[in-house]
């Protein structure tokens, strides 16, 4: 499999220089030249199986002969043994929903589902071919403890994760602070997510910079991310559809940087029964808005939200929707974001956006509604769902084959549980005695410089870096 830019600059590299690219260096993103096809029988087969061996399947053909077949499976039950479900990403009827629940790994998140084999992966690549890498992240609150989860302690490896400072909750601040390990980096900027991912975007575009300071990517930039987010909408389909091919299911996803929602666009784009993909976002609805006017404009402003990891004004994943939108035209995807950048909007002319409406349906919910949400799957039967979760549960309301994921674990949001139920989720072991741990954190204005620095200072003294 080959793997070429959503601008054009880069056009046949392999898996593994994808993974380690992380951006392509023409500031687009790496996507695979070609999408396998999967039968019917295939998909029959495909739900008899555990979710490590399902994973092996779809990885396979996007990983091709770079990986031995014995070291791909290795890698992945490494990846998986740490989640507390022996199902991984177990589906259950709770709230008066059909529920997805990927947040069984060790940062109680649906981001641990990819981190944890992307940080083995990080690891495999550099025990097979040397060197190493200086990872550099953003994150709205659960992005960054996945990737400290997933690297910390390993040889070769330095992360740097960058979090819009008061933010994002006081569990996801502890946990990522409270690691200690020397390998792992906080850097809380006063901003917002968007200008955390700005500067990241930007370290990776100057490239004697990357270059000479081997920085590697986390977030869903990265395409081995939204390779490991394909698996569980295979899964899902499995367990719900009982293997019959004739028979589509709908997600709903609550969005922020578009790339939980994008890996369900993909899987059926090869082949996966899929009715219905809904967006659904909080009141930085700038998806929303696209789906529903064919522009998209991001506001004068991030609003603060009770789903503060969707509180994104531009999404990052965007740009391979627009890409496979437009078939491939690496040229038009390239002039969209350039007009992007100068006059603030990409508008569809209505074919596309006809396209658009038939890929995608887009719900809003407000915090009211959110709340509201929660309160009723509470009390359906007392299940308790996080913020994120619940907007997504929200706009599914009236589909009767949708699944819903549910991308965090409650506790991580016990202030908007309270809020909403009048008390908090109990904590999973893995997030508890969190708020009396030692922390180890740097503050820094929002700008490129400032960041530049404090990982230049770092590596040095770390003996890692250039
Ligand atoms: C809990 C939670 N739900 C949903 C999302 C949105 O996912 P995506 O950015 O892939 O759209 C995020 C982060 O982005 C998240 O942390
Ligand atoms: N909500 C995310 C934002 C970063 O998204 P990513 O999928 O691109 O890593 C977070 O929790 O950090």
């Not at 399902?54 to 490494?78: K, N, Q």
């Not at 994150?139 to 994002?168: M, N």
């Not at 004697?208 to 939204?226: M, T």
């Amino acid at each position: 499999m080959h793997y070429l830019s959503t601008r054009g600059g880069v056009t046949s590299i392999g898996f593994a220089d994808a993974v380690t690219m992380g951006l392509a260096t023409d500031g687009g993103l790496l996507v695979p030249a070609e999408l396998p096809r999967v039968d019917a029988a295939t998909l029959r087969a495909w739900s008899q199986l555990s979710f490590q061996e399902l994973a092996l399947e779809v990885f396979t053909p996007f990983v091709g002969d770079e990986i031995p077949r014995e070291d791909l499976r290795a890698l992945i039950d490494r990846s998986y043994a740490g989640f507390s479900h022996p199902e991984v990403t177990p589906v259950v009827e709770a709230g008066g929903a059909r529920i997805l629940e990927l947040f069984h790994g060790p940062t109680a998140a649906f981001k641990d589902v990819a981190l944890q084999f992307l940080g083995n992966l990080f690891e495999y690549l550099l025990a097979r071919d040397g060197g190493e890498f200086n990872i550099v992240g953003a994150t709205s609150g659960d992005t960054g403890s996945a990737a400290i989860y997933g690297v910390r302690g390993k040889a070769g490896i330095q992360v740097f994760i960058l979090h819009p400072k008061g933010r994002v909750s006081p569990i996801q601040a502890r946990q990522m602070t409270t690691v200690l390990d020397d390998n792992v980096h906080n850097i809380a900027v006063e901003g917002t997510f968007d200008d955390a991912q700005r500067i990241v975007k930007t370290l990776f575009s100057d490239l004697p910079f990357k270059r000479s300071h081997h920085l590697g990517a986390v977030n869903s930039i990265n395409w081995a991310r939204i390779l490991a987010q394909m698996v569980y909408y295979f899964y899902a389909w499995g367990r719900v559809s009982g293997g019959d091919p004739e028979r589509a299911v709908s997600f709903s996803v609550p969005t922020g940087n578009f790339g939980d929602v994008f890996a369900g666009y993909l899987a059926r784009r090869m082949g996966l029964p899929v009715r219905r993909l809904v967006i659904a976002t909080n009141r930085n609805d700038i998806l929303t808005r696209f789906v529903d006017s064919g522009i998209y404009a991001a506001e004068s402003q991030v609003h603060r939200t009770l789903s503060p990891a969707m509180d994104i004004q531009l999404a990052s994943n965007f740009e391979r929707y627009l890409y496979f939108l437009h078939d491939g035209d690496c040229a038009r995807v390239r002039a969209l974001f350039e007009g992007l950048r100068e006059h603030g909007r990409i508008e569809l002319d209505a074919e596309r956006h006809a396209r658009v409406r038939a890929d995608f349906d887009a719900r809003a919910a407000s915090d009211a509604e959110t709340l509201e949400q929660i309160r009723a799957s509470y009390e359906h039967d007392g299940y308790i769902c996080c913020p994120h979760t619940a907007v997504g549960v929200h706009a599914a309301r009236g589909m009767d084959d949708a699944v819903c994921l549910a991308t965090a674990h409650p506790a991580k949001f016990n202030e908007a549980v309270e809020q909403a139920i009048g008390r908090g989720a109990p904590l999973p072991s893995s997030l508890q005695g969190l708020m009396e741990r030692e922390q180890r954190c740097v503050d820094l204005p929002a700008t490129v410089e400032a960041v530049k620095s404090e990982i230049e200072r770092t590596l040095a003294a770390t003996g890692a870096g250039a």
